[in-house]
């Protein structure tokens, strides 16, 4: 069936670190992939998305490419601050109105 | 600049206690969904409403019921509380049921059933 899966966190980095959240996924065709970020106490929210393979998705320096060869869709970004600090999750559209999310990686930023 | 409401924020139950957390959007979105976090899990889709007037089953609705009770409103009911319902609930909603991607989403219901 439909599914994703995160690297496991939590993941530790100091500020200005290179990040890479892996994020492979099963499912029928070439859904659309999205990253959701979810602060400290608040809900998710859209973080970047890719609709076709070989799009790249970015927003607040975090990129993300569609690979279909490898079903796969990281996260990347280049030089982490501490406001980045939170948890991410992958997911893709689903049929039938659904979204499925990944487990979440929680990031940490060392000052 | 609302967005999507939940209530309450934490709501601690006894087994076999039962109770509504309620939801409401004011951005005119058509669809509305609950969702469960459980650490390790990610979330796990409950119950959504496509459109109002119509409900359906998500990937974990056993326990629960909910009512579309118009537009803005979404609540999502436990009959009878279970020790396992314990999670955090979010509600969320999109502009329509093809979805592009963006849900939008509450800060979330913190549930403990002793």
């Known amino acids: 069936g439909d599914s994703v899966t995160q690297m496991e966190g939590p993941v530790t980095l100091s500020e200005e670190a290179f990040l890479t959240i892996n994020c492979t996924y099963t499912?029928?065709?070439?859904?659309?992939l999205f990253w959701y970020v979810q602060y400290p106490g608040e809900g998710l929210q859209l973080l970047l998305k890719?609709?076709?393979?070989?799009d790249k998705g970015s927003n607040k320096g975090f990129e993300a490419t569609y690979r279909k060869e490898t079903t796969s869709f990281h996260l990347e970004k280049g030089s982490v601050q501490v406001s980045d600090s939170a948890v991410y999750f992958c997911?893709?559209?689903?049929?039938?109105?659904?979204?499925?999310f990944g487990s979440g990686t929680r990031l940490s930023i060392r000052p | 600049n609302a967005g999507v409401t939940q209530t309450p924020k934490f709501q601690v139950l006894k087994t076999g206690q039962s109770m509504t957390l309620q939801c409401a959007q004011d951005?005119?979105?058509?669809?509305m969904y609950w969702y469960r976090q459980d650490p390790g899990m990610g979330l796990r889709l409950i119950y959504y409403?496509?459109?109002?007037?119509?409900?359906d089953k998500g990937e974990v609705p056993n326990g629960y019921n909910v009512s579309r009770l118009n537009k803005r409103e979404f609540s999502l009911r436990l009959e009878s509380a279970a020790p396992s319902q314990t999670s955090v609930y979010f509600c969320?909603?999109?502009?329509?049921?093809?979805?592009?991607?963006?849900?939008?989403f509450g800060e979330g219901s913190r549930l403990t059933v002793l």
């Open positions: 951005m005119n979105h058509n669809s």
């Open positions: 969320a909603s999109s502009l329509d049921r093809a979805i592009t991607g963006e849900l939008f």
């Open positions: 499912a029928t065709g070439y859904p659309s």
């Open positions: 409403s496509a459109s109002e007037g119509t409900t």
């Open positions: 997911a893709f559209y689903s049929s039938a109105s659904k979204i499925i």
């Open positions: 890719a609709t076709k393979a070989d």
